[in-house]
T-cell receptor
Framework: QKEVEQDPGPLSVPEGAIVSLNCTYS??????FMWYRQYSRKGPELLMY????GNKEDGRFTAQVDKSSKYISLFIRDSQPSDSATYLC???????????FGPGTRLSVLP | DTGVSQNPRHKITKRGQNVTFRCDPI?????LYWYRQTLGQGPEFLTY????????KSRLLSDRFSAERPKGSFSTLEIQRTEQGDSAMYLC??????????????FGPGTRLTVL
């Protein structure tokens, strides 16, 4: 079993839809949870960053962490074609070490 | 631009040649990370530095790979005797510190290596 699992997609949605992206993980030492967006042939760009369990909202993006289920989610409201990219979850332990990415979910938002 | 920069952006080389990539982190960041990413996969951790000290190396980092950060600022990643399996995007990231809330990693644009 991989440390971090993520549905690779591709996921296609119409413009304006609510998008739900998810990751599961196995290492209970992970405390920091991040979502990155990566456009083709570019480096990952940090979108959301949360510590431990709970929700965090930033504009159209909401990140949720459920440590009891080892499950994290990213919701995108009112999705736009410019949101089309690969979304990577990432997580690490309390010491900023053991930084692990999921394989990424490829999202296409169709106009 | 005060972000992470990487050079070159693209490198094409023949199998068996040596290549070297450079990463310039965000200036006040003391942690620097190297990752490798292949198509359809997330970045895989290779190594990281705290200032000039290399603190951790992944098993992915074979003897042909060496990384340095001599003055705690920029870093270089060298691959000796390249193989076709080394073809990938090599990403560099930096963070302010590894503790508490200051350890968000900011990524550079990557160096895409193609080994023929």
């Amino acid at each position: 079993q991989k440390e971090v699992e993520q549905d690779p997609g591709p996921l296609s949605v119409p413009e304006g839809a609510i998008v739900s992206l998810n990751c599961t993980y196995s290492n209970s030492a992970f405390q920091y949870f991040m979502w990155y967006r990566q456009y083709s042939r570019k480096g990952p760009e940090l979108l959301m960053y949360t510590y431990s369990s709970g929700n965090k909202e930033d504009g159209r993006f909401t990140a949720q962490v459920d440590k009891s289920s080892k499950y994290i989610s990213l919701f995108i409201r009112d999705s736009q074609p410019s949101d089309s990219a690969t979304y990577l979850c990432a997580m690490m332990d309390n010491y900023g070490q053991n930084f692990v990415f999921g394989p990424g979910t490829r999202l296409s938002v169709l106009p | 631009d005060t972000g992470v920069s990487q050079n070159p952006r693209h490198k094409i080389t023949k199998r068996g040649q040596n290549v070297t990539f450079r990463c310039d982190p965000i200036s006040e960041h003391n942690r620097l990370y190297w990752y490798r990413q292949t198509l359809g996969q997330g970045p895989e951790f290779l190594t990281y530095f705290q200032n000039e000290a290399q603190l951790e190396k992944s098993r992915l980092l074979s003897d042909r790979f060496s990384a340095e950060r001599p003055k705690g600022s920029f870093s270089t990643l060298e691959i000796q005797r390249t193989e076709q399996g080394d073809s990938a995007m090599y990403l560099c990231a930096s963070s302010l510190t590894g503790l508490a809330d200051n350890n968000e990693q900011f990524f550079g644009p990557g160096t895409r290596l193609t080994v023929l």
